[in-house]
C-alpha cells in the first residue's frame, strides 16, 4: 500500500522565484492538505482540497495557490518567493473531508531553501 | 481559533522508563478530535493515537496511552517501556468537527516536544 510521496525532496530558490511542488495521496485517499513547517516549529495548515476544489484555507496570502488533479494528486505553487518562504512544505491525505475526524497521513516532505 | 500549547520544548528519559508529554489546548467548540504525532530525525510525520472529544474513555495505543481531560482542556501523552526508536519531536494536534455540510477544517498543531531517550 503506497504512503503519501512528495517531490521533490530539497529544492532551492532565489526570491521572487515561482515554486511548484507535488504530492501524490495515499492510495484511496481523496483529500489532499498542505502545511508549511519552519524550523524548530509545528506545522501550520495551508490549505486542503476534496474533489478539485480548495474546501478551507489557514492564514496564507494568495501568493500560495493549489491545485488538485483527477487522480488526486496535487500541486502546490508559491509565487514571488521570500526569504521567509524557506521551510518544510507537508502533504497529508485523507479519506473524505477531516472535518469528520479521519486521519491525516502525512508525506516526508519538500525543504524548500529560497536564497 | 484554536491554540495548541506544548509548554516542555525538551524532555530527556533512560530507555525502559515511562515518560509523559504535556499538551493545553484553547477553544470555543464542543466538538473535536485531538492527536499525537511523532516526527523523528527522518522528518515524516508519523500518527501515534488520537482521540475523540466525545469518547470520555482515554485512547491506547499499545506501549502508548493519554489522558485525556475535557474540562481542563488537555491532552497528555504517556509513553510506557520508552525505546531508542522513540527518541523523536512529538506534536500534539487538534483538529475541529466540521458537521454535515460543514467542510473540513485542517491541524493546529503544537510547537513541540523534543523527546530524547537515553541508552
Known amino acids: 500500500d503506497a504512503g503519501v510521496t512528495q517531490s521533490p525532496t530539497h529544492l532551492i530558490k532565489t526570491r521572487g522565484q515561482q515554486v511548484t511542488l507535488r504530492c501524490s495521496p495515499k492510495?484511496?485517499?481523496?483529500?489532499v492538505s498542505w502545511y508549511q513547517q519552519a524550523l524548530g516549529q509545528g506545522p501550520q495548515f495551508i490549505f486542503q482540497?476534496?474533489?478539485?476544489?480548495?474546501?478551507q484555507r489557514g492564514n496564507f496570502p494568495d501568493r500560495f495557490s493549489g491545485h488538485q488533479f483527477p487522480n488526486y494528486s496535487s500541486e502546490l505553487n508559491v509565487n514571488a518567493l521570500l526569504l521567509g518562504d524557506s521551510a518544510l512544505y507537508l502533504c497529508?491525505?485523507?479519506?473524505?473531508?477531516?472535518?469528520?475526524?479521519?486521519?491525516?497521513?502525512f508525506g516526508p516532505g519538500t525543504r524548500l531553501l529560497v536564497l | 481559533a484554536q491554540t495548541v500549547t506544548q509548554s516542555q520544548p525538551e524532555m530527556s528519559v533512560q530507555e525502559a522508563e515511562t515518560v509523559t508529554l504535556s499538551c493545553t489546548y484553547d477553544t470555543s467548540e464542543s466538538n473535536y478530535y485531538l492527536f499525537w504525532y511523532k516526527q523523528p530525525p527522518s522528518r515524516q510525520m508519523i500518527l501515534v493515537i488520537r482521540?475523540?472529544?466525545?469518547?470520555?474513555q482515554n485512547a491506547t495505543e499499545n506501549r502508548f496511552s493519554v489522558n485525556f481531560q475535557k474540562a481542563a482542556k488537555s491532552f497528555s501523552l504517556k509513553i510506557s517501556d520508552s525505546q531508542l526508536g522513540d527518541t523523536a519531536m512529538y506534536f500534539c494536534?487538534?483538529?475541529?468537527?466540521?458537521?454535515?455540510?460543514?467542510?473540513?477544517?485542517?491541524?493546529?498543531f503544537g510547537k513541540g516536544t523534543h523527546l530524547i531517550i537515553q541508552p
Open positions: 482540497y476534496y474533489e478539485e476544489e480548495e474546501r
Open positions: 492510495s484511496g485517499h481523496d483529500t
Open positions: 497529508a491525505s485523507s479519506l473524505a473531508l477531516a472535518g469528520w475526524g479521519e486521519t491525516q497521513y
Open positions: 494536534a487538534f483538529m475541529k468537527h466540521m458537521g454535515d455540510g460543514g467542510g473540513a477544517d485542517g491541524l493546529t
Open positions: 482521540q475523540e472529544a466525545y469518547k470520555q
